[in-house]
Every structure is written in structure tokens, then in C-alpha cells.
């Protein structure tokens, strides 16, 4: 059983920058599709980024791009968020999550994603 495990939230002033973190457990990291949503209050779980398994294609959701990337550490098991400029709209708790079949492409829909981690709070105060 894959776990994922986020890092590197925290409170932030506006501008300001964050780097989230998410190590998997198991070996089957390097073959997966990865992606980051994130959940404000009140609100539900919305796509922000994805990538393939090798790193060559990525995808954002329109109001993170040019501010946020998306990368990862095959060697690692370790998936990053990189986000800069950030704003309080930025404001969620994110959260990472794998496909966990194979050889799967990257996917904006939560839905195809079967192992989620346990989210890390993202604070960005005006």
C-alpha cells in the first residue's frame, strides 16, 4: 500500500514563496503520474497541477500558471510543488495524489487518482 506523505506548508505573506513536498512509500513512483490539488474552506478539491512520470509533461490550472511548478525526484520517490507569487486566494490545504496504475498519463480529475496524502495547510495572509 502506497503512502504519501506532504511537506512544506505553512503561513506566508503575500509575494512571498513555499516549496510543498511529497514522498512516496514503495516503488512504484517512478512509473506513476502524479498530481497536486488543493481544497479552500468551504470549497471543493480543485485541480492545480500534474505531471507525467518521466517529468516531460506538465499541466496547471490557469490561475497558477507562470507562478507555480511542478517537478519531481524519481531517484527520490519525491514529488514538488513550487509555488512563487503567491496570493491569499492560494489559500488551501494541498494535497498530493497518485495514479496508481501504471504507465497512466497526467489527469486534471480527481477522480482517477486512487492514493491521496494527507494534505499540508498553505497560508498566504494579505
Known amino acids: 500500500q502506497v503512502q504519501l506523505v506532504e511537506s512544506g506548508g505553512g503561513l506566508v505573506q503575500a509575494g512571498g514563496s513555499l516549496r510543498l513536498s511529497c514522498t512516496a512509500s514503495g516503488r512504484t513512483f517512478s512509473r506513476t503520474s502524479m498530481g497536486w490539488f488543493r481544497q479552500a474552506p468551504g470549497k471543493e478539491r480543485d485541480f492545480v497541477a500534474t505531471i507525467s512520470r518521466s517529468g516531460d509533461t506538465t499541466y496547471y490550472t490557469d490561475s497558477v500558471k507562470g507562478r507555480f511548478t511542478i517537478s519531481r525526484d524519481n531517484a527520490k520517490n519525491t514529488l514538488y510543488l513550487q509555488m512563487n507569487s503567491l496570493k491569499p486566494e492560494d489559500t488551501a490545504i494541498y494535497y498530493c495524489?497518485?495514479?496508481?496504475?501504471?504507465?497512466?498519463?497526467?489527469?486534471?480529475?480527481?477522480?482517477?487518482?486512487?492514493?491521496w496524502g494527507q494534505g499540508t495547510q498553505v497560508t498566504v495572509s494579505s
Open positions: 495524489a497518485q495514479r496508481s496504475r501504471p504507465w497512466s498519463v497526467p489527469s486534471t480529475e480527481s477522480r482517477v487518482y486512487d492514493t
